[in-house]
């Protein structure tokens, strides 16, 4: 089956400051890569999501970029704002099929 | 928009008994829906994939007798954990995937119900 493994599991920035998070998968059939944001105590929230025909997505303050051939894909938050501080979820799957999720990254804006 | 719902938000039983737990899509339907579990400070554990009409499949290590998953309609899906015990005590949080145009799926997460198994 799918492996996800996210890196790392706990980022500190200082507001304004820029954050990445990394993942790579293991099952070259997934081809749908999303990001969740977790607040504690609440749902995942969908907040960027990459299928595998394009390398980069970008959303305001938000991006995403893939790597099909070394399988990993990545996270970017600029301008990091306290709102931002919460747990982060990537995510792998086979269109229609199960998601498997990394580990989570902590991320806590220090303002 | 997406909407999931989830009843109950929080449940606490005695062990040995048999608890439901019932995942709704409001405003659209889901063939497929997730069922997770989350520990504390921990990721989502895919426990098994609800479909429509279907039996479901089950992840390596999740017992199906223990937990029983229905999915009778496109917008219902129940997860009964049966003769709880309290190492059952989790996060359980549904999912629902919406189909877009062009076969593209997004998951929406319903909000969650937390047990508690004394």
């Known amino acids: 089956g799918e492996n996800v493994e996210q890196h790392p599991s706990t980022l500190s920035v200082q507001e304004g400051d820029s954050a990445v998070i990394k993942c790579t998968y293991s099952?070259?059939?997934?081809?749908?890569f999303p990001w969740y944001k977790q607040e504690l105590g609440k749902r995942p929230q969908l907040i960027i999501d990459?299928?595998?025909?394009?390398g980069e997505k970008k959303d305001q303050r938000i991006a995403v970029t893939l790597n099909k051939t070394a399988k990993h894909f990545s996270l970017h938050i600029t301008e990091t704002q306290p709102e931002d501080s919460a747990v982060y979820f990537c995510a792998a799957s086979e269109t229609g099929n199960q998601f498997y999720f990394g580990t989570g990254t902590s991320l806590t804006v220090i303002p | 928009g997406a909407v999931v719902s989830q009843h109950p938000s929080r449940v606490i039983c005695k062990s040995g008994t048999s608890v439901k737990i019932e995942c709704r899509s409001l405003?659209?339907?889901?063939?497929?829906m997730f069922w997770y579990r989350q520990f504390p400070k921990q990721s989502l554990m895919l426990m098994a994939t609800s479909n429509e009409g279907s039996k479901a499949t089950y992840e390596q290590g999740v017992e199906k007798d223990k937990f029983l998953i229905n999915h009778a309609s496109l917008t219902l899906s129940t997860l009964t954990v049966t003769s709880a015990h309290p190492e059952d005590s989790s996060f359980y949080i549904c999912?629902?995937?919406?189909?877009?145009?062009?076969?593209?799926?997004?998951?929406?997460f319903g909000p969650g119900t937390r047990l508690l198994v004394l």
């Open positions: 099952d070259s059939a997934s081809n749908y």
């Open positions: 999912s629902a995937l919406k189909l877009a145009g062009g076969n593209q799926e997004t998951q929406y």
């Open positions: 990459i299928r595998s025909n394009v």
């Open positions: 405003d659209f339907q889901a063939t497929t």
